[in-house]
């Protein structure tokens, strides 16, 4: 290639440089960091509903939280964490770790990469500014359509418009994570040696690339009903609500295990590392993170077991369901197999993984007693199920996403958390977790309904709501602590070395901590399952080049994604306010949204005329730094 | 000997050419031949039972959407694995969805 390589690089000073640099920034490693903070923002956000829940249900017949602001606090509670805590984290962990662990320089798309983090935090912020525009969603976070599309004021319109743009962002990742990882492995590292997190986030991305077009359908139906007057769901005028719940389930199941899988792909990690063992069963593994996800599209009608499909759909389901605990049950196996005989360090990463196994096989039990239909009609809709599935997502996708944060933060920040007060948010958010969520299988079962905002003093629901309330008060400290710990070691932490714990068995561990801007100085030959492991236990330190040093080529910066998701969100703002609820529509709020997607067009115009090579990190320059981070 | 390998394989690569442009043809005649029949089908709804225009009409289209897919866009070809297990994985998630929506919308 003959491009004028251009590689004025040097640190500007000064706020304006530092933004611009965060605006522009293709570096999966910096997305990575940027979908951290996006995630830890709205994690905090979903947080303090949840607290906001707790207290209104500590006592009976409270009123702090009644009717209507209850429903938004409960539906913004759900979406956030969702959509805009837990898919972003997940985002997070695989933009720092993945191209890392297959020995490549970036993601496939990087552009891409930086277009869909935007558009994923500016549908945060749409559906979020809704507090202060009019009410925020309060149908559920499975807005059930008629109620969301005929009866419920402009908050849906947040929620329609926001996590469509929202989804398009993840559905981006989704498809970037496929072609990298199919495309962008290092010589000679196979499938079957692709470390255990590639695998699941291989399998999430597939499992985001089926299920998101679903939501997406099913919400500009529901755009279509709420703003157009049309009557997808309308039974009045013949439409189906039942098609909303089919449409969202199809997307709503696959999308708990596309949060799942990489926290089961962070556990499959920490546990060996600090067992200083290598994975149990790694084949059996990978097949039933495969079967996981093939079976994850079979199953979405154990939601909707109560609508009256009849006998023959919900048997059928409930045996698929039933299925489920089966590759599941390998994979818990295989971890204790993996700890069986091993030297087990307890790090803050590793305690984390530890008390996901119990936790987690909590949920999944109480999920096996869900799916049994008959059960069913009981558990429906009641707190048993509000506490199974926050021992499935907070007990397993948090504490699996929590052990990933504190064993990879040296390797994306190149500084330590303190492992003294990581233990000790452990030990809270444990505690607090399980004191929170168990009493609320009983309460479930004493006839507590989900969604409610209150219950009377004769129920007998008082002091298991009440001990559940204290229970949140541990998370929320362990919360805090975790922050304490953050500022703290970034003012001054103890550094990294490359192989941050001294027992590092994959790529990621062979290059310095931070990774260098072009990651690998030259691409690593993999020779089999865990190649620096394996480099270490033959007498050497590094894993053996495939090429020769020489110059990197980079992809050059650009401002146009996130120009592009500002142009998204004015067209989202546009149909927001062209909804009058059954008047005619505001036709300069239709022009507002027209020229918003005339900028998108406009921007996706300029994308593709301008021709951009990218630029070149010369060898002399390679050389300097990786002598600098030894 | 007369020939070299250079010769041999500059006359393969030409057979394999004029091989898959005859496949072109036939298979562009083919889909025009198909789509002609699904119009002629439903001309002929006053003599042929609804249902029955309704399946050939189906199955011509997934006949010539395995052309397109294969003749034109060369999933027959070496190293498509991926986009045909995607393709297809992603034609059964779709299926099962329509499926869903025509048998089990409501009480059954
Ligand atoms: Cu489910």
Known sequence: ?630 | MALNQSDINSYLEKQKKRQELIHYFVSFVLMILFTVLAFVAVMLRDSINDYLIAVFIVTMAVVQVVFQLYYFMHMKEQDHGFPTLFLYSGAAVAFLTVISFVSIVWIS
Not at chain 1, 558 to 582: C, E, R
Request: aromatic letters at 16%; a neutral charge.
């Open chain 1, 1 to 630: 290639m003959t491009t004028s390589a251009i590689t004025v690089r040097e640190e500007k000073q000064g706020f304006l440089p530092w933004l611009w640099m965060w605006l522009t920034t293709v570096d999966h490693k910096k997305i990575g960091i940027l979908y951290l903070c996006g995630a830890g923002l709205f994690f905090l956000i979903g947080g303090i509903e949840a607290i906001l829940i707790r207290i209104q249900l500590s006592v009976p017949q409270n009123d702090f939280l009644v009717g209507s602001t209850y429903n938004q606090v409960m539906t913004m509670h759900g979406t956030t964490m969702i959509f805009l805590a837990a898919m972003p984290a997940i985002f997070a962990l695989l933009n720092a770790v993945v191209p890392l662990q297959i020995g490549a320089r970036d993601v496939a798309f990087p552009f891409l990469n930086a277009l869909g983090f935007w558009l994923f935090f500016l549908g945060g912020l749409i559906l979020n500014v809704s507090w202060f525009l009019g009410g925020a969603p309060d149908g559920g976070w499975t807005a059930y359509a008629p109620l969301s599309t005929e009866f419920l004021g402009s908050g849906m319109d947040f929620y329609i418009l926001g996590l469509q743009v929202a989804g398009a962002g993840t559905l981006m990742g989704g498809i970037n994570f496929l072609v990298t990882i199919i495309n962008m492995r290092a010589p000679g590292m196979t499938f079957m040696r692709m470390p255990l997190f590639t695998w699941t986030a291989l399998i999430t991305s597939a499992l985001i690339l089926f299920a998101f077009p679903a939501l997406t359908v099913g919400l500009f139906f529901e755009l279509f009903d709420k703003v157009f007057g049309a009557n997808f769901f309308n039974s009045v005028n013949g439409g189906n609500g039942v098609i909303w719940e089919h449409i969202f389930w199809i997307f709503g199941h696959p999308e708990v295990y596309i949060l799942i899988l990489p926290a089961f792909g962070v556990i499959s990690e920490v546990v060996p590392t600090f067992a200083k063992k290598r994975l149990f069963g790694y084949t059996s593994m990978v097949f039933a993170t495969v079967l996981i996800g093939f079976l994850a599209f079979m199953v979405w009608v154990h939601h909707m077991f109560t609508v009256g499909l009849g006998p023959m759909a919900n048997s059928l389901f409930a045996i698929a369901t039933m299925a489920i605990a089966i590759p599941t049950g390998m994979k818990i196996f295989n971890w204790m197999f993996t700890m069986w005989g091993g030297q087990v360090h307890y790090t803050t990463a590793n305690l984390f993984a530890v008390g996901f196994i119990p936790t987690f096989v909590l949920g999944g039990v109480t999920g096996v007693m869900l799916a049994v239909p008959a059960a069913d009609f009981q558990y429906h809709d009641s707190y048993f199920v509000v506490a199974h599935f926050h021992y499935v997502i907070v007990g397993g996708v948090v504490f699996g996403l929590l052990a990933g944060l504190f064993y990879w933060w040296p390797k994306m920040f190149g500084k330590f958390l303190n492992e003294k007060l990581g233990k000790v948010t452990f030990w809270f958010f444990f505690f607090g977790f399980h004191v929170t969520f168990f009493p609320q299988h009983f309460l479930g079962l004493m006839g507590m309904p989900r969604r409610y905002f209150t219950y009377l003093k004769g129920d007998g629901l008082a002091t298991g709501n009440m001990i559940s309330s204290l229970g949140a008060i541990g998370m929320a400290i362990a919360i805090i602590l975790l922050l304490i710990n953050i500022v703290m070691t970034t003012a001054n932490g103890k550094k990294a070395k490359g192989d941050a714990w001294g027992f590092g068995r994959t790529l990621e561990w062979s290059i310095p901590s931070p990774a260098p801007e072009y990651n690998f100085a030259q691409t690593p030959l993999v020779k089999g399952i865990d190649p620096l492991w394996k480099a270490k236990m033959e007498g050497s330190h590094k894993v053996t080049p495939a090429e020769p040093l020489g110059d990197i080529h980079m992809p050059s910066s650009s401002i146009l994604p996130f120009l592009m998701s500002l142009a998204l969100t004015v067209a989202s703002f546009g149909f927001i306010y062209a909804d009058q609820s059954g008047t005619a529509l505001n036709a300069g709020s239709l022009i507002f949204a027209g020229i918003g997607v005339a900028l998108l067009f406009l921007m996706m115009l300029i994308h593709s005329l301008k021709d951009d090579h990218g630029y070149h990190i010369h060898k002399h320059e390679i050389i300097e730094a990786e002598r600098e981070a030894e």
